[in-house]
């Protein structure tokens, strides 16, 4: 997939252009991302979205399901060409409607805007598909799907529903990050693991334990404090199963599957280590849902 950052690098001419912000690209986006698919070859499907997120700019605490770069890998993987990314600014936010259209659009040949029907845009948010359309652009209204939204997700996430998000998603949650050192315990335990250092910006579901994968090899994953050595900062570690190498500076996606529990401290480290024993075994069973 081609991706721009801006107008003047795409070649003007005759684009489907799915427009949004598309944090997570659940099946909700997917709807509008194929909508714009589905003109093709008459018209060159297009993605226009803004990074960083429009609600964090504006000051607002989002908790983002995606970064950038897995956004448009999820892009590219849905069949999207050419993908515009527009640095979202104060100063855009301002935009008027007419000027947004004009200077975003138009350049690239825009002939037909997809986008669910709760898009708004520019000044006070005072844009809208209407707007578009009174500008002399096609556009085409894509319904919302009930109850699937970015907010719903990051709401069952947080309770560690990691299933329900899935089926919001279309595709299993994630955790992203590099793999950083860690204190080396789980290696004196038998279960060496994967340290991810996270942005902070990105949503961690609710401490627990699961079950995933990451790097071809089944995962299983413990978000918390480790209570059972008395931790206090957040860490996000996964053991992957009949792994062997460095995976240390790599950047790592790991899927969660499934939630098997809630972490907590032990009587012994040996009753710590039986209990990690079945945690490896019930991921060793579990099974992707999506």
């Known amino acids: 997939m081609k991706v ?31 909508a714009a698919l589905s003109t093709a070859p008459e018209l060159a499907p297009t993605v226009v979205t803004f990074w960083p997120h429009p609600r964090v700019v504006l000051g607002n605490d989002v908790g983002l ?30 935009m008027e409607p007419q000027a947004f259209v004009d200077e975003l659009l138009r350049p690239i040949g825009t002939e037909l805007v997809v986008a669910g029907t709760d898009f708004r845009f520019g000044q006070g948010r005072r844009g809208d598909l209407e707007t578009i359309e ?3 652009l096609a556009v085409r209204r894509v319904e919302l799907v009930p ?13 560690g529903d990691v299933e329900g998000a899935s089926r919001l998603l279309g595709r299993p949650a994630e955790v992203e990050g590099t793999v950083v050192a860690g204190d080396a315990r789980g290696g004196t335990l038998g279960y060496p693991t994967a ?16 079950a995933g994968w990451a790097a071809g090899h089944r995962a299983a994953v413990s978000i918390g404090t480790n209570p059972h050595y008395g931790g206090r900062e957040r860490r996000v570690e996964a053991f992957l199963l009949d792994f062997e190498g460095d995976l240390y500076g790599e950047r790592l996606i790991v899927e969660l599957w499934r939630r098997l529990r809630d972490e907590r401290a ?14 490896v075994e019930e991921t060793r069973s579990a099974q992707r849902s999506v």
Do not use: C, M, W
Not at 14 to 22: E, I, K, N, Q, S
Not at 151 to 159: E, N, P, V
Not at 197 to 210: E, S
């Open 4 to 34: 721009v950052r801006t107008p003047s690098e795409l070649a003007a001419r005759p684009r489907a252009v799915a427009l949004g912000t598309f944090d997570g690209v659940h099946l909700g986006h997917r709807r509008v991302l194929d």
């Open 65 to 94: 399901l995606t970064t950038l770069e897995r956004r448009l890998e999820l892009l590219d993987e849905a069949g999207v060409a050419e993908t515009l990314v527009v640095e979202f600014t104060l100063e855009l936010a301002q």
């Open 134 to 136: 009174g500008f002399g």
């Open 147 to 159: 109850g699937i939204s970015s907010s719903a997700i990051r709401g069952l996430l947080a309770k």
């Open 195 to 210: 340290n991810l250092r996270i942005d902070p910006a990105f949503l961690v579901p609710a401490y627990g334990i699961y």
């Open 266 to 279: 032990f009587a012994s480290e040996e009753e710590l280590v039986a209990q990690i024993t079945r945690d």
